[in-house]
């Protein structure tokens, strides 16, 4: 049977993946630290950024291979964001993406570096782009929506929310009950950035003008919020499920996300209002957006 697109992409995004970040000879100085780096990069995950990177590249009318070195780049950033956010000083979590965290197999120090090396060469990778001009764009944009205006910044609120950090200034969220309009800027930082510079990111390969690039952050929204709506759902029905509950709200109550402020039936509604916003701005495209049309219709509904 005839590879699906999505299957194509995944194939293509994996071995480019191995080949940005190879094994280091035995006896680098470098050996444990790649290792790391690539024991939480090459271990499966959706891969949902960098599809939607080649996605957008070929919608603009430019071949997807192009946009490999900025799917890479985008995935290694988000796997750094996982690797730190799993530390015990933030979320602590022992497993990730089917098997124990980075910390847990290598330590703090070394799962801190293996961050920090992913962050890094995130950007070398964007800038391998072949041409000059869209590798140094690309890799702008990326940074001004990883950094702490974007994904850093959403990272920061979300650990205020928490009760981990108290942030000075406009960003303090003590004291102030956790609403709808709050959650909505943590997750357009968390979440909704780091997906917004995969979609441009595509655009930008292809070389795709401004206003395409303003709708690709608009389909960004839409599939971002719905992304992290839809994640929060799965978080609490799996949490109800693993205390052998009917309902997930009692465990809802503990977090603080759209799930408990709205329960399960509305926050689904939520899921399908941000997807129909996503599927809206498809239109500003002259190209074929069945692809992407499916991909944010299969992420409102997915279960993993
Ligand atoms: C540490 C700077 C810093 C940021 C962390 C990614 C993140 C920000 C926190 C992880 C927790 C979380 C629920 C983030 C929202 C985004 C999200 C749903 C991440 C998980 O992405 P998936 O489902 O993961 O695409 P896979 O493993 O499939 O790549």
Same mark, same amino acid.
């Given at each position: ?51 939607? /990177? ?24 988000? /796997? ?46 964007? !800038? ?53 309009? !709050? ?53 609490? !029905? ?8 009917? /309902? ?57």
């Amino acid at each position: 049977m005839a590879e699906t697109k999505r299957e194509i992409y995944l194939r293509a995004i994996e071995e480019a993946l191995g080949l940005a970040l190879p094994a280091t000879k035995e006896g680098d100085p470098a050996a444990q630290v790649t290792e790391a780096m690539r024991y939480s990069l090459l271990c499966g995950g959706k891969r949902v950024r960098p599809s939607l /990177t080649l996605a957008f590249c070929e919608l603009c009318g430019g071949d997807w291979r192009r946009a490999l070195p900025f799917a890479c780049a985008v995935e290694m950033l988000h /796997t750094y964001s996982l690797i730190h956010d799993d530390l015990p000083c933030m979320d602590d979590d022992d497993m990730r993406r089917g098997r124990p965290t980075c910390h847990r197999v290598y330590g703090e120090a070394m799962a801190l570096l293996a961050g920090d090396g992913l962050l890094t060469k995130a950007f070398e990778c964007a !800038l391998s782009l072949p041409e000059p001009a869209p590798a140094a764009r690309g890799a702008l944009e990326l940074a001004r929506l990883a950094g702490h205006m974007g994904m850093v910044g959403g990272q920061c609120i979300d650990l205020s929310i928490e009760g981990h950090l108290s942030i000075e200034g406009h960003l303090s969220t003590q004291g102030r009950a956790v609403d709808m309009e !709050l959650l909505e800027v943590m997750d357009q930082g968390k979440t909704v950035a780091l997906i917004a510079a995969a979609c441009k990111l595509g655009c930008i390969a292809a070389g795709a003008p401004e206003d395409l690039l303003e709708a690709a952050g608009r389909y960004a929204q839409g599939v971002g919020m719905a992304f992290q709506i839809r994640d929060d759902i799965l978080d609490v !029905l799996g949490d109800a499920q693993k205390l052998g509950k009917n /309902t997930g709200m009692d465990s809802a109550r503990e977090k603080r996300n759209y799930v408990s402020l709205l329960g399960v039936e509305k926050a689904q509604e939520l899921v399908e209002e941000y997807t129909g916003k996503a599927l809206g701005a498809l239109e500003d495209f002259p190209g074929d957006s069945g692809f992407l049309r499916e991909f944010a219709l299969k992420l409102a509904g997915r279960e993993s």
